[in-house]
């Protein structure tokens, strides 16, 4: 069995920043791929960025030049430090993690940008 856990979200003020961590547990022998979904209110899950385990990082556009990806592969975690922060990116977003053929999700971190 395997979890995985986001923390980090929060209200923050147009323009500011949040550093969002995903820690996964259980039964884990490798992760390969974690990444990052979001949902926004009456809007579809949308992919926002993946790490593979080797540091290759690809961003939706909607990320780039905002959001940095990172992980740490000795403490299975994934963050995602987002700045420059807009009243779009108010979602839940969610992690997510590829071991073995199976794809794991958290349960979501509320993130709200507002003034």
């Known amino acids: 069995q395997v979890q995985l856990a986001e923390s980090g979200g929060d209200l923050v003020q147009p323009g500011g920043s949040l550093r969002l961590s995903c820690a996964a547990s259980g039964s884990i022998f490798s992760i390969n791929t974690m990444g990052w979904h979001r949902q926004a209110p009456g809007k579809q899950r949308e992919w926002v960025a993946r790490i593979t385990r080797g540091g290759t990082t690809t961003y939706a556009d909607s990320a780039k030049d905002r959001f940095t990806i990172s992980r740490d592969n000795d403490k299975n975690t994934v963050y995602l430090q987002m700045n420059s922060l807009k009243p779009e990116d108010t979602a839940v977003y969610y992690c997510?993690?590829?071991?073995?053929?199976?794809?794991?999700w958290g349960q979501g971190t509320q993130v709200t940008v507002s003034s």
């Open positions: 997510y993690a590829d071991i073995l053929n199976r794809q794991y």
